[in-house]
Nanobody, 119 residues
Framework: QVQLVESGGGLVQAGGSLRLSCAASGRTFTPRGMGWFRQAPGKERESVAAITWFSGETSYTNSVKGRFTISRDKFKNTQYLQMNTLKPDDTAVYYC????????????WGQGTQVTVAS
């Protein structure tokens, strides 16, 4: 059973930065992809960023392009989300996830970490 543990959330002023980490354990296979999602109060969960395990190809939702960077460290089994120039609209619970199938569906999820951006 894969377990994902996020860390790095917190309270930051608008314009500030945070780096989220997501450590994976319990894998018996390497994932095909990893990603970050977020859910703000009263809103649906949305995909923020994704990265493929082998090639490192990345994708981002439009609202974070140029501000957020997703990366992974294969040796540490960890993925990261560097968030710069944070805005109050970025306030949400952030979740990391991993997928092991060809379909773009995620199989394992972290417990979530709160990010609050004060104006």
């Amino acid at each position: 059973q894969v377990q994902l543990v996020e860390s790095g959330g917190g309270l930051v002023q608008a314009g500030g930065s945070l780096r989220l980490s997501c450590a994976a354990s319990g894998r018996t296979f390497t994932p095909r992809g990893m990603g970050w999602f977020r859910q703000a109060p009263g809103k649906e969960r949305e995909s923020v960023a994704a990265i493929t395990w082998f090639s490192g190809e990345t994708s981002y939702t439009n609202s974070v392009k140029g501000r957020f960077t997703i990366s992974r460290d294969k040796f540490k089994n960890t993925q990261y989300l560097q968030m710069n120039t944070l805005k109050p609209d970025d306030t949400a619970v952030y979740y990391c996830a991993e997928r092991f199938r060809l379909a773009n569906e995620y199989d394992y999820w972290g417990q979530g970490t709160q990010v609050t951006v004060a104006s």
